[in-house]
């Protein structure tokens, strides 16, 4: 690896280890959309490979997420429920080869997403 792309990988890995809790959870977000995303694309194009290291990918994020969960929280036994319906379906979407089972999960993601990121935003603002 030349040194510019250890820089950069240095970069990714301080920005990382020193981000706020809910700043972790919207990266996290963030990239659970791509791989999503990318996977889709590869199923779609009949990339196989590719399509299976994108939703692995997605797998271990949403099991991280789902791990993460506290019970202390009210909500947690849905999201809970909707962590296993994306695991189960992105493992579906990936062995059955279907993208229409990826883009079921984007479909319930993106909102999610933004969600996270609002709630984000509104405890920053609350803080400052």
């Not at 280890?17 to 791509?34: F, G, H, I, V």
């Not at 009949?46 to 019970?71: K, R, Y």
């Not at 379906?89 to 993601?109: F, K, M, S, Y």
């Amino acid at each position: 690896m030349n040194a510019a792309l250890k820089a950069q990988q240095r970069y990714r890995d301080d920005a990382i280890l020193s981000a706020a809790p809910e700043r972790l959870l919207t990266m996290l977000y963030d990239r659970l959309l791509l791989d999503i995303e990318r996977g889709e694309a590869a199923l779609r194009r009949g990339d196989w490979s590719e399509s299976s290291t994108q939703l692995q990918h997605a797998q271990s994020i949403v099991a991280e997420l789902n791990a993460s969960l506290t019970d202390a929280w009210d909500g947690a036994g849905q999201l809970r429920a909707v962590y296993t319906f994306l695991t189960q379906t992105l493992i579906g979407a990936n062995i059955g080869r279907d993208p229409e089972r990826a883009h079921a999960c984007l479909e319930i993601v993106a909102p999610l997403r933004v969600a996270w990121h609002t709630a984000s935003e509104s405890l920053v603002a609350r803080r400052a």
